[in-house]
Structure formats: C-alpha cells, structure tokens
C-alpha cells in the first residue's frame, strides 16, 4: 500500500485512540509512525544492487517482531524533541507509534505483493490477495473520517467518536473485500472444475485485486507436467457476472542451460523466491548468447474496463547466459 494511505491510517488510529493521552501530538504521531516501515526503500538508495528493494522492502522494518524496537526508538526520538521525559508519557508515545506501525504492517499483508511478517524465523512473504496496492475508495475513507474529526475539533467539540467509526467502517470495507476474494476464489475453483483439470494439473492458482473496482478480480492459475514446465493463464472476471472467463495464456520457456544458469545466479535466487507466477522466457541473440527474461505474471494486471491486458511487463529480471553456460549480466527492472 502507498506511504499516503499508511499514513492517513496512523493519524486516525492516533485520534481514536490516543488524542486524549497526547493531545494533538496524536495524529502526528501516528501518522509518522505509520511511515516508518517503509524506510527500507530509502535504505535502498545507498545500495548499488539492484535487487535490494526487492529482497528488503517489506521485509526486516515491516516484521511483526521488529515494530516494538522501532515504536521505542520512535518514543526516544520524540521525547528528545520535545524534551519531556516523563515514564508514562514514553509508554503512551510507544503504543502510540506501535499500533499504527502494526496497521502498516497489516495493511500491506492484504495485498498481493507479500509482506515478510515473521522475519528472521521465516522469510515467506504472506499476501492476502484483498486490496489493490492503492485503493483511492480506501484512502477517501480514512481522509473523510480525518477531516470530519477536525472539523469537529475545530468546533470545540468531542471528535474521538467520529475518528472511532472512521476506523470500524475501514475495517468494514476491509472485510467487504475479504468477503469479495472469498467469493472470486468459489468462482475460480467452479472454473477449473468446468475445465476437467486434474488437481495435479494446477499447481497454483489465486484471485488478485484488480485497480478501481472490488468487484473486479484477476484470476491466474498455473498448469503443466512439472512446476519448471509451466502455462499461466490469466483473466479477469466480475463476481456477481456468472458468465465464463476468457482465459489469456503465458507460456514459460521449457527448462535449458541457459535458464537453469540465469536461474541459479544469485539475483536469480532473489527473483524466483519473490515471484508467485514466474514467467520465464528466452530467446538467442546474434552473438550467440541466449537472453533470459523472468516476470512475475500477478503484476500484469489486467484492467476491467478495457478489453485489451496491459503490454509492458512488470518486475523484470535479465540474464544474459553464453554458450557454455556462463552468465554474463543480470539486470532488473520495474517495467519494460
């Protein structure tokens, strides 16, 4: 999720929950603490690897393990600036800066780009697949629950009430999505079953957010003889249209030298274990090298008011592989 609807979330976890504690120091700080899991982009600047937001970007700052050391480092940062010391004033700025800091992290674990949780014990990226990565219906209902607040405020009148049920209806549309996948996945597994596909046969399978509308979804699944031999198929589907999906399909290079070798590099490691759906493809260039291109087919987001899927490939990963099975460069990149 955006830097802008984390923090939009933090200010009004602050006013809901905090504003009688710490005044209007609440919002600011929840807002702030909000943004701090997504430092690990930042850290990436003074990286020259390429790769490194890919493997680190929701990873270490955005464990559920790790929010407590960095609401306390908040808590000491803010008291410095403010100078005031106070034990009990620390332990609200603590949970003041803990519990937005876990909305970061749990926002994000409902989208479909996976989030590391449970680093350093297990470095899986959870995803629940319910919300697209900037959900603007999200966004103007924690900033119309914010401006109703001050609003409030500004008339000199009680307003954590309202910055109350802005977080319930959140949570409400929240779960409204949640409800919306359940009810793409039914769709999806009737689909395949219509399909007389052996369960052996698909070896993934899920139900993506798709831009602008919660009824919309992105069905992907893949099949093949073997998980390294794989087609990808994907279509978009409305939950409450009971007609048959088109299914668009992506077929993967069949395993060779060359991919194995572009494969087993280390920025290949890092790409495979942070895609879902890869697609791999090769082809040979005029000095004989092959040139290897992974992408992970859950970013070609197909859009439900067009009829034609978007043509520039995201989260691209680069090899060039020589005849003997060298491998020359790596490269990534966001879109091509």
Not at 16 to 32: E, H, K, M
Not at 34 to 63: I, K, M
Not at 245 to 261: I, W
Not at 287 to 295: H, K, M, Q, R
Request: charged letters at 15%.
């Amino acid at each position: 999720m955006d830097i802008f609807t984390h923090m939009l979330a933090g200010a009004l976890i602050g006013e809901a929950v905090f504003r009688p504690r710490l005044g209007r120091l609440a919002p600011i700080a929840g807002a702030i603490a909000a943004a701090v899991p997504d430092l690990d982009v930042l850290s990436g600047c003074f990286s020259a690897d390429p790769f490194f937001n890919l493997e680190f970007h929701r990873g270490p700052t955005h464990s559920l393990i790790m929010l407590p050391l960095l609401s306390a480092a908040l808590a000491v940062i803010i008291s410095a600036l403010t100078r005031r010391w106070e034990i009990r004033r620390c332990l609200w700025l603590f949970l003041a800066g803990l519990l937005p800091m876990l909305s970061h992290s749990l926002i994000d674990w409902l989208t479909n780009y996976g989030t590391q949780l449970l680093w350093p014990f297990d470095s899986a990226r959870y995803a629940l697949d319910w919300i697209f990565i900037i959900d603007p219906w999200f966004d103007l209902i924690l900033a119309g629950a914010l401006i109703l607040t001050w609003r409030q405020l500004r008339r000199g009148k009680p307003a954590r009430g309202i910055a109350a049920r802005g977080v319930a209806f959140a949570l409400l549309y929240v779960f409204f999505l949640g409800a919306l996948h359940h009810m793409a996945l039914d769709r999806l597994r009737d689909d395949l079953k219509a399909r007389d596909l052996p369960p052996a046969a698909v070896h993934s399978y899920a139900c993506l957010p798709v831009p602008l509308s919660p009824f919309a979804w992105n069905a992907i699944y893949t099949t093949g003889e073997s998980p390294d031999a794989t087609a990808t198929h994907t279509a978009v589907f409305w939950v409450l249209n009971k007609s048959t999906p088109r299914f668009d399909t992506l077929l993967s290079a069949p395993p060779s030298p060359a991919t194995s070798a572009a494969l087993a590099t280390p920025h290949g490691q890092v790409f495979i274990w942070f895609a879902r759906f890869p697609v791999i493809e090769q082809k040979s260039l005029p000095n004989g090298d092959a040139e290897v291109t992974v992408f992970d087919a859950r970013f070609q987001s197909q859009l439900p008011f067009f009829q034609r899927k978007l043509v520039r490939k995201p989260f691209l990963f680069r090899a060039i592989v020589a005849p003997d099975g060298a491998v020359r460069s790596t490269a990534f990149a966001h879109w091509e």
